[in-house]
Nanobody, 120 residues
Framework: VQLVESGGGSVQPGGPLRLPCAAS????????LSWFRQAPGKEREWVAD????????NLPDSVEGRFTIARDNDKNTVYLQMNSLKPEDAAVYYC??????????????WGKGTLVTVSS
């Protein structure tokens, strides 16, 4: 089982960044997917999630209107599109797969993260 985030890097305030997370080793469509982030010295924070068939998304107020989450079940990939980035968005971003069907409930997988830096 693997979740591999990519796309991190340094971006100026106000800029965009898209983070893909590629999954393998499990039945992708049986899992809801989420993005979390953790800044130095802070707790891990939930950023976005999307249902296993992609119909429902949820984001906290801190990123609503700036971030979107999408998934491509044919490519086993979930994306976090981040726009209008702020310095406080800087963090390591992690994707998580969470089992939501009777056969997968209680199972979750994590990637190792990708670093996003926002500075001028």
């Amino acid at each position: 089982v693997q979740l591999v985030e990519s796309g991190g890097g340094s971006v100026q305030p106000g800029g965009p960044l898209r983070l893909p997370c590629a999954a393998s080793g499990f039945t992708f469509s049986s899992f809801a997917l989420s993005w979390f982030r953790q800044a130095p010295g802070k707790e891990r924070e939930w950023v976005a999630d999307i249902g296993n068939v992609g119909g429902t998304t949820n984001l906290p107020d801190s990123v609503e209107g700036r971030f979107t989450i999408a998934r491509d079940n044919d490519k086993n990939t979930v994306y976090l599109q981040m726009n209008s980035l702020k310095p406080e968005d800087a963090a390591v971003y992690y994707c998580q797969a969470r089992g939501v069907l009777p056969s997968t409930r209680g199972t979750d997988y994590w990637g190792k993260g990708t670093l996003v830096t926002v500075s001028s």
